[in-house]
């Protein structure tokens, strides 16, 4: 699926009020006087820990009410699942977050905190996902994929929209 520019920047002004705006700093090269080639765009230091967020919140603020009324459910190996609770919270949306047995404790803690339903599933990811996603579809409630679709793919774009804002221009984004 190609997305466009405009999508990016259509996603980037929906979510603005949601997520941080990351700063993009220069990554020095070892051995080398050269000036920095490589610049990271620090997401990690966004309002859920990584990107995510910014792929959930565009997906959350396009449901219509009923939709947010209902809830959402998605699985998760963790950041997604994060992201996921925090945007549920803010947003008054119901949420289940979905995680392979093997989750670790501290990322379970970090999304019940948020206030979503946590349950563990199955041995891995592809366990986990086939559960919410039958879970979505006895509900009657949207699944948000962290891999896929348009409305989370949009948003997890807008770091690179935001990093040609900040100057010297980078060679990718």
Known sequence: MDIGLEAFEAARA????????TPVLPAPLVHTDAPPALRLKLENLQVSGSFKARGVFNHLLQLDEEQRRR???AASGGNHGVALAYGAHRLGIPAVVYLPERASADRVARIAAWGAEVIR??????????????????????????LGG???NEGEGTPGVEALDDPPEPDRA
């Open 121 to 146: 599933h199955g041995a891995a990811w592809d366990d986990a996902h086939a559960q919410a996603v039958r879970h979505a579809a006895e509900a009657g409630v949207g699944y948000i994929h962290p």
């Open 150 to 152: 348009g409305r989370t």
């Open 71 to 73: 809830g959402v459910v």
């Open 14 to 21: 929906r979510i603005a009020g949601h997520v941080r705006r």
